[in-house]
């Protein structure tokens, strides 16, 4: 798995970031002056649960090496923006998949998934041979492929996300995934996701 941000929303015109961009938003609904600590104000309007001014930055994530049954999930997270690799269009004869924990630390588990992993991907490679297109060989793909996905969510949605995906009880993939996603972003806007890292990864 690996995650990395290629985006993210900053206030035009200046060289601040995200939080004086959302500061900016905050400020407005209250005909307040900004006070040189955009952090403080942020802090006290999401704890008020004040959850709208966040939706004015977004950070876009290039997130590759994930299984299908880990970008399913992800995109059931439906207020944001996903451009996902194609298995219709991009030829999956050698194809990349993603191995439980599991499944790998057991070794009688880890003999039989890659006997069915080689079926899999002789299976694909032998259809395309007879020229059945990509977008029906796919369907022997299983959900372990790899895939690659951009992913574009505003912060209260990253926020949502976080709180149900960073929790111990989330399913082992997406939750790794969710708390990379975390770390980084929480780079770019302590103030707006410091308590969810404390929460999560201190």
């Given at each position: 798995m690996h995650v990395e941000i290629i985006g993210?929303?900053?206030?035009?015109?200046?060289?601040d970031g995200a939080e004086a961009l959302l500061e900016h938003a905050g400020r407005a609904c209250y005909r307040s002056e900004p006070k040189g600590q955009p952090g403080r104000f942020l802090r006290a309007r999401i704890?008020?649960?004040?959850?709208?001014i966040i939706e004015h930055a977004s950070v876009?994530?290039?997130?590759?090496?994930?299984?299908?049954?880990?970008?399913?999930q992800l995109v059931?997270?439906?207020?944001?923006?996903?451009?996902?690799?194609?298995?219709?269009?991009v030829d999956m004869s050698a194809p990349e998949f993603v191995v439980p924990p599991s499944v790998a630390q057991d070794s009688e588990a880890r003999a039989i998934w890659?006997?069915?992993?080689?079926?899999?991907?002789?299976?694909y490679h032998r259809l395309r041979e007879l020229r059945?297109?990509?977008?029906?060989?796919?369907?022997?793909?299983?959900?372990?492929?790899?895939?690659?996905i951009i992913v574009t969510m505003n912060f209260r949605s990253l926020r949502h996300l976080?709180?149900?995906?960073c929790d111990?009880?989330?399913?082992?993939?997406?939750?790794?995934?969710?708390?990379?996603?975390?770390?980084?972003?929480?780079?770019?806007?302590?103030?707006?996701?410091g308590d969810q890292y404390e929460r999560y990864l201190a």
């Open positions: 993210v929303t900053n206030f035009a015109g200046t060289d704890r008020e649960g004040h959850g709208s876009t994530f290039d997130i590759t090496g994930i299984s299908r049954a880990c970008s399913h059931r997270h439906r207020l944001a923006s996903y451009s996902q690799e194609s298995q219709r269009y890659d006997e069915f992993m080689d079926q899999v991907a002789d299976t059945v297109r990509k977008e029906d060989a796919r369907f022997v793909l299983p959900n372990a492929t790899a895939t690659r976080f709180s149900v995906r111990k009880a989330a399913q082992w993939e997406i939750r790794e995934l969710a708390l990379e996603m975390l770390r980084q972003v929480h780079d770019l806007a302590p103030s707006v996701f």
